[in-house]
């Protein structure tokens, strides 16, 4: 039974190049979530997204960041014209119903911008 | 929004000894409250959590407990282990929200 899927695990870009992150959530799981952990610091809600539907992008930067969650494959954070200031480790987590239910983490995309 | 302080910042124990992580809350609706234990490189594991309608909840040598009139809640490890080394997030939401809001994680030491 696999758990949250991330890829790639760690990705390097260069300034103003585009960076996507890909999120397979766990299997019968419709929800999935976008973290960002800065270095030493906790984990900040970016979005929360059911099959083809945004529901909650409160924490999503206003430019450059967007996410979508197509009706078949993975869901996608894509961050345009990368900045240093977006280097950190992304988490998507999977929940299988609405309403008050677990979050399932997965290992993460640690993104680096030289 | 929702605002959870976290106390203490690390943390470290003698193998065998007790352990204890607590977090207040601010937003009064807030209404699930998960640990997650991180450890170096991994993502989040969920190891225990707690819905508003109980006050105290164990799993095996974990337990965590809620006062919701104090808006806060704890975790406990009891008969800490080397492996137990690791930072603990704890988090809460409120069921409309759906987001977690975490705390600024705790690095726990077990010496052995």
């Known amino acids: 039974n696999a758990g949250v899927m991330q890829n790639p695990r760690h990705l390097v870009r260069r300034r103003g190049q585009e960076a996507r992150l890909r999120c397979s959530p766990m299997?019968?799981?419709?929800?999935v979530y976008w973290y960002r952990q800065l270095p030493e610091e906790g984990l900040k809600f970016m979005v929360y997204?059911?099959?083809?539907?945004?529901?909650?992008e409160s924490g999503m930067p206003k430019e450059r960041f967007s996410a979508e969650f197509p009706k078949e494959g993975p869901s996608i954070l894509r961050i345009q014209q990368v900045v240093r200031g977006d280097s950190a480790a992304y988490f998507c987590?999977?929940?299988?119903?609405?309403?008050?239910?677990?979050?399932?983490f997965g290992p993460g995309t640690r993104l680096t911008v030289t | 929004g929702e605002n959870v302080e976290q106390h203490p910042s690390t943390l470290s124990v003698q193998e065998g000894d007790s352990a204890v992580i607590k977090c207040t809350y601010s937003d009064s609706a807030s209404n699930y409250f998960p640990w997650y234990k991180q450890e170096l490189g991994k993502g989040p594991q969920l190891i225990i959590d707690i819905r508003s309608n109980v006050g105290e909840k164990k799993d095996q040598r974990i337990a965590v407990t809620l006062n919701k009139t104090a808006k806060h809640f704890s975790l406990h490890i009891t008969e800490t282990q080397p492996e137990d080394s690791a930072v603990y997030f704890c988090?809460?939401?409120?069921?409309?929200?759906?987001?977690?809001?975490f705390g600024s994680g705790t690095q726990l030491t077990v010496l052995p």
């Open positions: 299997k019968g799981h419709s929800h």
């Open positions: 997204l059911q099959k083809e539907n945004i529901i909650d």
């Open positions: 988090a809460a939401s409120a069921g409309s929200a759906r987001q977690l809001t």
């Open positions: 987590a999977s929940s299988p119903a609405a309403g008050l239910s677990e979050q399932y």
